[in-house]
DNA sequence: TTGTCACATCATCACTCGCTGATACGAGCG
DNA sequence: CGCTCGTATCAGCGAGTGATGATGTGACAA
């Protein structure tokens, strides 16, 4: 079943930004230079949305010498993916279930 | 891949309350009523939710004389995911695949 | 028809959030 | 050491968002 908890882990991936830099670390490990290309957000932009990302729990940081490479937790994606395959096995059934009119 | 279109749909989800109330639907079909007793949320509060979701395209109504109940729309939660598996999928290969400092 | 109930919409207020510039800080290079 | 580069943090501003009370609307019952 869904906590609460997830709420924060789903609104950390509910901004289209943060979306686009999960969508890139899913094929490659990047660090911030890379993700300021690829997204054309300013680097002070970037950064807070990886804060974001960081403390939702979503990726692991990966100091490199100057560095500092990104990388996706995927058990977090797998995580999510299972309880929505759950909720929509419980809704497809919810149909029959309905509450009377009270 | 996912799309920009998608943030609207997870941002929806990435509530609290909202998430409550779909969790709520995908047990059984309820009216509004059965929400507000179930959340404790006001009915203003709550048909403001409503209306998120059912903009977002993840419930459906349906009018039964002066109740109007909702459904959850199976096919987006397990589209939602299948997006996220393939993510998953997708990540956890990721690691190999850094990209070379610049 | 009049009243009540279920629900939606509107206006408003407080608050949060994303973006930005400025700044701090550590790591490497000269 | 001093400098530059990569990155994080902070303060502030404007836009978006959630909660609320008042109000509108359609459906049923008396």
Known sequence: MLTSVDADVIR???????????TLLARETLCTTHLVEETGARQT?????MKVLREAGIVETEPCGRFTYYKLKPEVLAGLSERFAELAASARTASENKRACP
């Not at 932009?45 to 949305?49: D, E």
């Open 45 to 49: 932009n970037l950064s807070n949305h």
């Open 12 to 22: 950390a991936l509910g901004d289209p930004l943060r979306l686009k830099i999960v």
